[in-house]
């Protein structure tokens, strides 16, 4: 299997697994997009880990990169980098807010969509060799999803008790 350039997931799965880990995927999401950046550009030594832990700084630096890619491969790129890093910081500042605004951050992954999907589109584009395209739930998936839902499930009763007090 090749390393494409860009970590593969399908949207379904990107959104169901950010809301139900209440945005705790989203660490992994950019750990695995900046593997994949170190492996394609082998010249350039970073720690994908350090850029992960310091997302509110990296996202848009990787956004920024995923629509240079999709502009050098399709001659343009109508990916958005700067509004969608803006929205998903000003998305997971939400969760700052007091009572159910708060939980409004359990959306922030709309931001992430639209950049998977190009980089999606550009992993097709440029990768002639077979890679899984990580579209299915693995067993761990399927228990994260559970927790995670109730978890969920849990916070925003809590919320709601807290609200009627």
Same mark, same amino acid.
């Given at each position: 299997? +090749?390393? /494409?350039?860009?970590? /593969? ?6 959104? +169901?697994? #950010? ?15 900046? $593997? ?8 350039? =030594?970073? *720690? ?16 920024? $990169? +995923?629509?240079?890619?999709?502009? $050098? +491969?399709?001659?343009?790129? *109508? ?9 998903? &910081?000003?998305?997971?500042?939400? =969760?700052?807010?007091? =009572? ?9 992954? %709309?931001?992430?969509? /639209? %950049? ?11 990768? #002639? ?22 978890? %969920?499930?849990? *916070?925003? %009763?809590?919320? &709601? ?5």
């Amino acid at each position: 299997m +090749v390393t /494409p350039p860009f970590f /593969p997931v399908s949207l379904r799965k990107l959104a +169901v697994l #950010s809301f139900c880990t209440m945005g705790l995927y989203h660490l992994y999401w950019f750990y695995m997009h900046w $593997r994949h950046v170190r492996v394609w550009n082998a010249g350039r =030594d970073f *720690s994908p880990a350090r850029r992960t832990l310091l997302f509110f700084f990296f996202c848009c630096p990787m956004f920024r $990169r +995923v629509r240079a890619q999709d502009a $050098r +491969v399709n001659g343009s790129s *109508s990916l958005k980098a700067g509004l969608l890093a803006l929205g998903y &910081i000003a998305a997971n500042l939400l =969760d700052l807010l007091p =009572d159910a605004w708060g939980l409004l951050s359990l959306f922030s992954f %709309v931001f992430l969509l /639209p %950049v998977q999907a190009c980089a999606n589109r550009l992993n097709e584009q440029m990768c #002639s060799a077979p890679f899984d395209r990580n579209a299915s739930f693995s067993a761990w998936n399927w228990v994260v999803v559970v927790l995670g839902t109730l978890l %969920v499930v849990l *916070s925003v %009763v809590a919320v &709601i008790y807290e609200t009627g007090k």
